[in-house]
């Protein structure tokens, strides 16, 4: 028989066996509710990656060579649009009944997401918590003296800024409907109060970081006859 060459191109087999959950089988409501806690926070890993090698991309020196801007632009939009996917994944959690995540919440032992090593990479390559953005810094270097930045560039990082504030927003708000206000965190945090105090606004502003206007150069979007600098959307606002 003739093998399944999508499902050999995405190692389906592999991938749809990572999913196990610790609730009984028998108990289908349970199981199938930890089944999908374990779906979402996997296929966020997953975006997560992506957005951190399209950044590292973005900060990794070109060696002498000259930013290919429609591809710095192609990284930030894209990592930019992956925040807005890991937003969605939120929402879609607050299908997630919340005696469920209780009745199944100590079977987690100590592992919790405030531990994913994808996520404090991706917040500390966009600079929240701290002065400056390594992004940022990276893009004013490649932009050379004095730093004229492309506009679609600006843009773009301040989408990404506006998507991972509003993540680390909405966040919260799953955390404390799902948790309270008092309740700690799995992983040994204050839960919602460490969350709180980590949402700052990303220092992705190339302004700010030292750099001008820039001129409207060339984008990917030229070789389609697309012009205009308005911001591209993002993701939409979360209804629930």
């Known amino acids: 028989m003739m093998g399944n060459a999508y499902a050999d191109y995405l190692r389906l087999p592999a991938l749809l066996e990572q999913q196990v959950p610790r609730s ?17 926070h996997q296929s966020s890993e997953l975006l997560l990656r992506q957005a951190l090698d399209d950044l590292t991309a973005v900060v990794r020196p070109c060696g002498g060579q000259g930013p290919d801007w429609a591809s710095v632009e192609v990284r930030i939009g894209r990592a930019a649009r992956l925040m807005a996917l890991l937003r969605g994944h939120l929402t879609a959690l ?19 997401g405030a531990q994913s090593e994808q996520f404090a990479r991706l917040l500390d390559t966009v600079g929240v918590g701290g002065d400056s953005s390594p992004v940022t810094r990276a893009v004013i270097r490649a932009a050379g003296a004095p730093p004229r930045v492309p506009v679609r560039v600006r843009e773009a990082l301040h989408q990404l800024g506006s998507e991972v504030r509003q993540w680390q927003v909405e966040h919260l708000e799953l955390v404390t409907w799902m948790l309270g206000e008092d309740r700690r965190g799995t992983g040994g945090t204050s839960g919602a109060a460490w969350l709180r105090s980590r949402i700052t606004e990303p220092p992705l502003d190339v302004a700010r970081q030292g750099g001008t206007l820039g001129c409207p150069a060339r984008s990917r979007d030229a070789s389609r006859g697309v012009t205009g600098g308005g911001a591209r959307g993002g993701g939409q606002s979360r209804g629930r």
């Open 24 to 40: 009984a089988v028998e108990d289908t409501e349970l199981w199938s509710s930890e089944h999908f806690f374990i779906v979402v």
């Open 94 to 112: 607050w299908e997630l009944p919340r005696e469920h995540f209780h009745a199944f919440r100590a079977a987690l032992g100590k592992a919790s």
